[in-house]
C-alpha cells in the first residue's frame, strides 16, 4: 500500500479538462499538474486557454491548451487527438463546460445570464426573465446541446483511448441543482422584475448524474471509473443580498470559496477513490443536508 500523501500524486498521468478556462475549470487544471499529472486546457476561449497553459508551464507544469467546442463532435475528437499527440495518453476527463446562467455583477451587467465554460457561444439574447411557461424551444434546445450532448460526446471520445490502455477515471461536474429544485427566491430583488435561474440547468444537471452511473455500469470490469462531482454555489463576487440569503440556506453558513472543490477534484482523480464508481460526491456546505 503506497503512503497516504502517495495514493493522491498522479505522475505519468494526463488529464484533460473541458471548460478548463472558467472559474472552477482553472483550479482544477491546477490542482491536477500540481499532484503531477499532464494537463489539457480544453475550452472554448482560446485565447484564456492559452494563458493559463501558458502560467501553468511557466511555472514548470506539463500543459497544454486546446480551443474546444464541446458541442462540436469533430472538435471534441481533435481535442482528444491533441491530448494523444502531446502526451500519448489520456488517463483522467474532467468534464466541466457547460452553458450556467451566473447571477454574479459580471454575468448582470452583461445582460445575457448565460456564462461561457468552455462550450459553445452563450445563448443569447437569454434575459432573466424567461418564465417556464415561455421559456423558447430553441434556448432548451441549444442548452442540452452542450450541457448534456456535450458531455456524451467528450465522454465518448475520451473512452476509446481510456479502452486501448485499460484504465481512465472520468468525472462529471454537476450541481446541487442537478439535486434539488432551484430556490428562485434567491434571484428575486425589490423593486425588480422576476428573474429565474432557467429550467435547463437543473434538467441537464440531473442528467450528468444519470450519466454518469449509465457509465460506472456499462464499463463494469474495464477498470474505467466514472463519478460526479456536485458543487454549491461558488462566491464568485456576488452582491450582499444573494451572498446572505444564500449562505442562511447552506449548513457552513457561507457560498464556497473556488478552492474548496479542488480536494474533492482530486480525491476522485487519483487513486484515493480507487473503490469509488458511480457515486455523487456533493460539495455543498450542507446546503442539500435539510
Known amino acids: 500500500m503506497p503512503d497516504l500523501p502517495d495514493i493522491f500524486r498522479l505522475d505519468g498521468r494526463t488529464a484533460v479538462v473541458t471548460g478548463g478556462a472558467g472559474l472552477l475549470g482553472t483550479e482544477?487544471?491546477?490542482?491536477?499538474?500540481?499532484a503531477g499529472a499532464s494537463v489539457v486546457v480544453a475550452d472554448?476561449?482560446?485565447e484564456r486557454a492559452s494563458q493559463l497553459?501558458?502560467?501553468m508551464t511557466a511555472a514548470g507544469q506539463q500543459a497544454l491548451a486546446v480551443r474546444t467546442d464541446v458541442s462540436t463532435q469533430e472538435s471534441v475528437q481533435a481535442m482528444v487527438d491533441a491530448?494523444?499527440?502531446?502526451?500519448g495518453?489520456?488517463?483522467?476527463?474532467?468534464?466541466s463546460?457547460?452553458?450556467d446562467p451566473k447571477f454574479d455583477p459580471q454575468s448582470v451587467k452583461q445582460g445575457i445570464g448565460e456564462q461561457r465554460k468552455g462550450a459553445s457561444p452563450p445563448l443569447s439574447p437569454t434575459p432573466y426573465s424567461l418564465t417556464f411557461e415561455n421559456y423558447p424551444l430553441d434556448l432548451w434546445n441549444q442548452a442540452l446541446a452542450v450541457n448534456l450532448t456535450g458531455m456524451f460526446l467528450c465522454c465518448q471520445a475520451a473512452a476509446r483511448p481510456m479502452l486501448a490502455q485499460g484504465s481512465g477515471v472520468i468525472i462529471n461536474l454537476s450541481s446541487i441543482y442537478g439535486l434539488a429544485g432551484p430556490d428562485q427566491r434567491l434571484y428575486e430583488r425589490e423593486g425588480q422584475p422576476p428573474q429565474y435561474k432557467p429550467v435547463?440547468?437543473?434538467?441537464?444537471?440531473?442528467?450528468v448524474i444519470g450519466l454518469t452511473r449509465y457509465l460506472a455500469t456499462y464499463y463494469a470490469g474495464k477498470n474505467i471509473r466514472a463519478n460526479t462531482l456536485s458543487p454549491g454555489g461558488v462566491f464568485n463576487g456576488h452582491d450582499d443580498e444573494f451572498v446572505q440569503a444564500y449562505s442562511a440556506r447552506a449548513a457552513l453558513g457561507r457560498m464556497a470559496y473556488k478552492d474548496d472543490m479542488n480536494g474533492a477534484l482530486l480525491f476522485l482523480a487519483s487513486d484515493a477513490s480507487k473503490y469509488m464508481t458511480g457515486a455523487n460526491l456533493v460539495v455543498d456546505g450542507g446546503w442539500t443536508a435539510w
Do not use: P, W
Open 97 to 99: 463546460a457547460a452553458l
Open 89 to 95: 495518453r489520456l488517463d483522467i476527463l474532467v468534464n
Open 53 to 55: 497553459a501558458h502560467e
Open 200 to 207: 435547463y440547468y437543473s434538467v441537464t444537471k440531473a442528467g
Open 28 to 34: 482544477f487544471c491546477r490542482t491536477l499538474a500540481q
Open 44 to 46: 472554448l476561449d482560446g
Open 83 to 87: 491530448c494523444l499527440n502531446a502526451f
